[in-house]
């Protein structure tokens, strides 16, 4: 199963996507955690991106979809992939598409998050508390980033749902419940 989470900065994609990756015993692959990981590697890609990814602002298109282009034909890829953060533009689900046509392969589905921007700040800021406890909080959980990631989830990210309504393979789950109540909606989801 190809599947795509989507929804914006602290709707929980990251804890669903984990979730469901272990039920399907398929990879969850998130675009945030690998350039995460490339930033304290201290990469050049890792270099290139650092003060964007702090500003809350998208890293370029084809910086991430190499990335993703790269790690979805690596062999645990290859019975299905739950995306995490990616596609976020339209460019990157067009692109997205390319790759999987070209190995005859599609999306199945496009799962949403429905949740109201007003709880996400309240969300967001409770994460960076928790995390300051562990010393592990992420560079662009604060306000000020969180404003842009959210604006840019608004410009750039919400035209993917018209894209993928018009493919007919969107569908929405209500994302403020529990943890738990989100992963059975998104099971029932793809049950139905
Ligand atoms: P969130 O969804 O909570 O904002 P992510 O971990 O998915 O967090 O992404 C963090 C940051 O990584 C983004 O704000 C952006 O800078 C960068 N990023 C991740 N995925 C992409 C992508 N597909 N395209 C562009 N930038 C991305």
Redesign the pocket.
Known sequence: MRLVLLGP??SG??TQAVRLAKQLDIPAL????M?RAAVSAGTPVGMQVKA??ER????P?KL?VAIVAERIRRPDARFGFIL??????VA?AEALDDLLQADRLRLDWVLQLKVDEASLLGRILNRATEAMASGNVRA?DNEAALRV?LA?YRAQTEPLITYYRAQGILRDVDGLRSMDEVTASLNEALDA
């Open positions: 900065p602290g994609k990251g998130s675009t945030g955690d350039l964007t990814m809350g602002e998208l890293v298109d991430v995490d953060g990616f596609p976020r533009t990157q662009d990631r840019e």
